[in-house]
């Protein structure tokens, strides 16, 4: 069953608010809700890196005066998701997979920039255009990156007071088990 994550929700400030009065099996839940929600703007940025890889590259061939066509783009297309452009190795490695997300509504504000058709049209597209798209594409992936610096903050008070928990007798490992 795809789900929608609340987002809004997520971020809200009370969402780690007021974590001592959770129980245990609802604090487990914010912390599982929590890593869903970074997988899937952790997928959402590789997107939106590969998409600003594939803009730049046009950009870079137009520059070295290529010409202009979507078969020399798709030719190197390789070469360029190998070389990883603007994708780096900074922050966490997510440890779930992406949940079963409503995908339209995650990627909507990527599409809107640039979606599959606007890519294949790139070597028809103004320059000026190419760089509007570059432009958004770079404020995108801020933004995607600064909400899951956010949700990392909210993994770790989360997690801080299930250790906080266990290192007080509040939780015991034998409640796992049950």
């Known amino acids: 069953m795809t789900q929608v994550l609340d987002f809004d929700r997520i971020m809200a400030d009370d969402y780690v608010a007021d974590l001592g009065g959770l129980s245990m099996a609802d604090l487990r839940a914010r912390k599982t ?3 869903e929600a970074e997988g899937a703007l952790s997928y959402l940025r590789r997107l939106v890196q ?3 890889d594939i803009v730049l590259a ?3 061939n137009r520059a070295a005066g290529g010409t202009g066509d979507l078969s020399e783009l798709v030719e190197h297309l390789g070469e360029i998701l190998a070389e ?3 994708r780096t190795t900074t922050g966490r490695l997510t440890s779930l997979m992406l949940p079963d997300v409503d995908h339209a509504l995650l990627t909507a504000d ?3 920039i640039i979606d599959i058709d606007k890519a294949g049209a790139l070597p028809e597209t103004g320059e000026v255009e190419v760089r ?3 432009d958004a594409l770079v404020e ?3 933004s995607v990156s600064a909400r899951r610096r956010e949700l990392f903050e909210r993994l770790d008070a989360l997690q801080a007071e299930v250790v906080r928990r266990y290192k007080s007798g509040e939780a015991n490992v034998d409640s796992l088990l049950t």
């Open 33 to 35: 809700e929590c890593g």
């Open 50 to 52: 590969v998409r600003l």
């Open 58 to 60: 046009e950009l870079e």
């Open 84 to 86: 990883g452009g603007t």
């Open 110 to 112: 990527l599409d809107a």
């Open 132 to 134: 509007r798209i570059a």
């Open 140 to 142: 995108l992936e801020r």
